[in-house]
């Protein structure tokens, strides 16, 4: 219950500091439970309304998994929970860990005019996942109810329901470390959802190499984040690693931050934490919200990791945070890059601590032509310049290979599909061994989509994975855009095409060309609106849509169409300028929808 009088769990501790060097997640918490630390929410008016201290964490999470146990379900059995940023999600998400059961986080994220679409994408992960058990609050709970009819679902509830039920007289089952923790839904396809495996092991491996090296932690540390739980950087990176550390978090709702993004820095002022991630968006949104009036009252001097990731990184955006934020006693040296993935747990590599983020200017046109990055004071000065962030060496135990196509292995400055091969790596997709085995091969590398190279030993993303679209930080696959298109009367299979491509300004523009043989302008017009109707209505999403003629849109030599080449086609045949026209067009058509 919210109270003005609550005190938040404190910084400093007794508790002798470890770096997640323990077995299993439970064994963890078990420990961390032995301190004060934990986990304190606020509201977007910056008022803390629940604290919830590791021992208590432990304690509730013990008592629930003996409620969950007596539901009579299988060591195993998924258990849906829509992850909201409060309490409950961290004890449902522990309860499972000592129950034996596997917790799946579900997006939080309806918007207005989307009900379908989030019934819809509700529905898949449930049945992707093919969880036993629902759990959502009373806003959601509506929401999961219509996405489970027709599922063989024991119970789909409130928290407070299952709070209610009796306590098993079982005891609790032995927890190994070869276990499966929990499954993260790769927050990309709607259609074809896929459930990374992660295992109490190659948690742990991660959150050691994170905490140990990533960070370099210490109990001095406090974290703090706006992030959601059901994207891995949320979930691990700041429900995780915060207990695996035994260091206390302060939790923002990720939509309080989106109305009131300003709130971010008066907490990261208030609680004096020292350690905040966010994608380039979040650092965006943040400082553009900032008044020269609201300055004053910002103490950042604490703020000593300020880590990017999560999509391509901007430069400009970083550079204009830490000057705007510079007479708060924010130090640009706090930036830290990295590249990371759920098929990895979560952290991949991590840039030196305390030295800001570092650069490349590369000739994009030589990249893109042939795959090598050239500085762009070693070119012939006729290309167009590319400033790309370096995230870092890989975390012990990692192995980097940067490879053209599937074997052969290229040399530093070449760029290649990026593969890895460690401990935190996933044990495959739930329930999709074509895909498992397409993502990981026999001697355990993943292959993983993403685009990069390496100079002595640190890794550059050049790339996003193969064809997905990033836009503000949330990935959407194109076969989703494209499917709702062709399901139009006037467009046929393989008439359309979706990527995404930058303005002048580094934003990404989501872009779908559709093949079309009409030559009424008036239907032509009609069309483009409805399909930017329908991927607003159905995905939340602003498209920009452009007919283009029969037969032009470009294939493989297997006859598939080539996304990555028609993206070419359309970025090479607007010049930067039109580019500009092209965006603002788009944003027009947006504001009179």
Same mark, same amino acid.
């Not at 009819?149 to 609790?172: I, N, R, T, W, Y």
């Not at 609680?271 to 905040?276: E, F, L």
């Not at 979560?346 to 050239?374: E, K, Q, Y």
């Given at each position: 219950?919210?109270?003005?009088?609550?005190?938040?769990?404190?910084?400093?501790?007794?508790?002798?500091?470890?770096?997640?060097?323990?077995?299993?997640?439970?064994?963890?918490?078990?420990?961390?439970?032995?301190?004060?630390?934990?986990?304190?929410?606020?509201?977007?008016?910056?008022?803390?309304?629940?604290?919830?201290?590791?021992?208590?964490?432990?304690?509730?999470?013990?008592?629930?998994?003996?409620?969950?146990?007596?539901?009579?379900?299988?060591?195993?059995?998924?258990?849906?929970?829509?992850?909201?940023?409060?309490?409950?999600?961290?004890?449902?998400?522990?309860?499972?860990?000592?129950?034996?059961?596997?917790?799946?986080?579900?997006?939080?994220?309806?918007?207005?005019?989307?009900?379908?679409?989030?019934?819809?994408?509700?529905?898949?992960?449930?049945?992707?996942?093919?969880?036993?058990?629902?759990?959502?609050?009373?806003?959601?709970?509506?929401?999961?109810?219509?996405?489970?009819?027709?599922?063989?679902?024991?119970?789909?509830?409130?928290?407070?329901?299952?709070?209610?039920?009796?306590?098993?007289?079982?005891?609790?089952?032995?927890?190994?470390?070869?276990?499966?923790?929990?499954?993260?839904?790769?927050?990309?396809?709607?259609?074809?959802?896929?459930?990374?495996?992660?295992?109490?092991?190659?948690?742990?491996?991660?959150?050691?190499?994170?905490?140990?090296?990533?960070?370099?932690?210490?109990?001095?540390?406090?974290?703090?984040?706006?992030?959601?739980?059901?994207?891995?950087?949320?979930?691990?990176?700041?429900?995780?690693?915060?207990?695996?550390?035994?260091?206390?978090?302060?939790?923002?709702?990720?939509?309080?931050?989106?109305?009131?993004?300003?709130?971010?820095?008066?907490?990261?002022?208030?609680?004096?934490?020292?350690?905040?991630?966010?994608?380039?968006?979040?650092?965006?949104?943040?400082?553009?919200?900032?008044?020269?009036?609201?300055?004053?009252?910002?103490?950042?001097?604490?703020?000593?990791?300020?880590?990017?990731?999560?999509?391509?990184?901007?430069?400009?955006?970083?550079?204009?945070?830490?000057?705007?934020?510079?007479?708060?006693?924010?130090?640009?040296?706090?930036?830290?890059?990295?590249?990371?993935?759920?098929?990895?747990?979560?952290?991949?590599?991590?840039?030196?601590?305390?030295?800001?983020?570092?650069?490349?200017?590369?000739?994009?046109?030589?990249?893109?032509?042939?795959?090598?990055?050239?500085?762009?004071?070693?070119?012939?000065?006729?290309?167009?310049?590319?400033?790309?962030?370096?995230?870092?060496?890989?975390?012990?135990?990692?192995?980097?290979?940067?490879?053209?196509?599937? &074997?052969?292995? !290229? @040399?530093?400055?070449?760029?290649? $599909?990026?593969?890895?091969?460690? +401990?935190?790596?996933? *044990? /495959?997709?739930?329930?999709?061994?074509?895909?498992?085995?397409?993502?990981?091969?026999?001697?355990?590398?993943?292959?993983?989509?993403?685009?990069?190279?390496?100079?002595?030993?640190?890794?550059?993303?050049?790339?996003?994975?193969?064809?997905?679209?990033?836009?503000?930080?949330?990935?959407?696959?194109?076969?989703?855009?494209?499917?709702?298109?062709?399901?139009?009367?006037?467009?046929?299979?393989?008439?359309?095409?979706?990527?995404?491509?930058?303005?002048?300004?580094?934003?990404?523009?989501?872009?779908?060309?559709?093949?079309?043989?009409?030559?009424?302008?008036?239907?032509?017009?009609?069309?483009?609106?409805?399909?930017?109707?329908?991927?607003?209505? &159905?995905?939340? !999403? @602003?498209?920009?849509?452009?007919? $283009?003629?029969?037969?032009?849109? +470009?294939?493989?030599? *297997? /006859?598939?169409?080539?996304?990555?080449?028609?993206?070419?086609?359309?970025?090479?045949?607007?010049?930067?300028?039109?580019?500009?026209?092209?965006?603002?067009?788009?944003?027009?058509?947006?504001?009179?929808?």
């Amino acid at each position: 219950m919210s109270s003005p009088e609550l005190n938040s769990t404190p910084t400093h501790h007794s508790l002798s500091f470890r770096a997640a060097d323990f077995a299993t997640l439970t064994e963890a918490l078990d420990y961390a439970a032995q301190g004060e630390t934990g986990a304190n929410f606020y509201t977007g008016r910056g008022a803390i309304y629940s604290v919830l201290p590791y021992r208590e964490l432990r304690r509730d999470a013990i008592e629930l998994a003996g409620k969950l146990s007596g539901l009579g379900l299988e060591k195993g059995a998924r258990v849906a929970l829509v992850a909201e940023t409060n309490p409950e999600f961290l004890r449902f998400f522990y309860a499972c860990q000592y129950a034996g059961l596997i917790p799946v986080a579900l997006p939080a994220s309806v918007k207005v005019g989307a009900h379908c679409a989030y019934v819809a994408q509700l529905h898949r992960l449930l049945e992707a996942s093919d969880a036993a058990i629902g759990v959502a609050s009373e806003g959601y709970l509506s929401f999961l109810e219509e996405a489970s009819q027709g599922l063989d679902m024991c119970m789909v509830a409130m928290p407070e329901a299952f709070h209610a039920l009796p306590q098993s007289q079982q005891p609790l089952p032995q927890v190994s470390p070869t276990d499966v923790s929990y499954i993260q839904y790769t927050s990309g396809s709607t259609r074809f959802p896929r459930g990374v495996v992660i295992k109490h092991e190659t948690a742990l491996a991660n959150l050691q190499g994170i905490i140990e090296h990533g960070l370099e932690m210490s109990n001095d540390d406090r974290m703090m984040s706006w992030l959601p739980f059901y994207h891995d950087m949320g979930l691990v990176g700041f429900m995780l690693v915060p207990m695996a550390a035994q260091v206390s978090i302060d939790y923002l709702d990720t939509r309080e931050f989106a109305m009131r993004p300003r709130q971010w820095l008066d907490l990261m002022t208030q609680s004096r934490a020292t350690i905040s991630f966010a994608p380039s968006f979040g650092y965006d949104l943040c400082a553009r919200r900032v008044r020269q009036n609201d300055l004053a009252n910002y103490d950042l001097s604490n703020w000593r990791v300020a880590g990017i990731g999560a999509e391509m990184i901007r430069p400009d955006t970083l550079d204009y945070f830490a000057e705007l934020l510079e007479p708060c006693g924010f130090d640009r040296r706090a930036f830290l890059a990295c590249y990371g993935m759920a098929e990895c747990t979560l952290g991949v590599s991590f840039s030196p601590l305390w030295t800001g983020f570092t650069t490349h200017h590369i000739d994009s046109d030589h990249l893109a032509d042939h795959h090598r990055a050239v500085l762009l004071e070693e070119s012939d000065g006729r290309g167009r310049g590319r400033q790309f962030v370096n995230c870092g060496a890989p975390l012990p135990g990692f192995e980097v290979q940067i490879r053209d196509g599937e &074997e052969t292995v !290229l @040399d530093d400055w070449h760029s290649g $599909v990026i593969y890895l091969r460690g +401990p935190s790596v996933m *044990s /495959g997709y739930f329930n999709l061994p074509e895909e498992s085995r397409h993502a990981l091969d026999e001697d355990g590398w993943l292959n993983t989509g993403d685009i990069g190279y390496q100079v002595d030993g640190v890794l550059t993303i050049t790339g996003r994975k193969k064809d997905l679209i990033i836009i503000h930080g949330r990935n959407i696959w194109p076969q989703d855009l494209e499917h709702i298109a062709e399901n139009e009367p006037e467009v046929r299979p393989g008439d359309a095409v979706a990527f995404s491509v930058p303005d002048h300004e580094g934003e990404e523009l989501c872009v779908m060309l559709v093949q079309s043989r009409e030559t009424d302008a008036k239907k032509r017009n009609n069309l483009v609106r409805r399909l930017s109707a329908l991927m607003r209505l &159905e995905m939340s !999403l @602003d498209c920009y849509v452009e007919l $283009v003629p029969p037969r032009s849109l +470009p294939k493989t030599s *297997s /006859g598939k169409l080539s996304r990555a080449k028609a993206r070419l086609d359309f970025i090479n045949s607007h010049a930067p300028e039109n580019l500009d026209a092209v965006a603002e067009e788009f944003r027009l058509r947006v504001a009179s929808a």
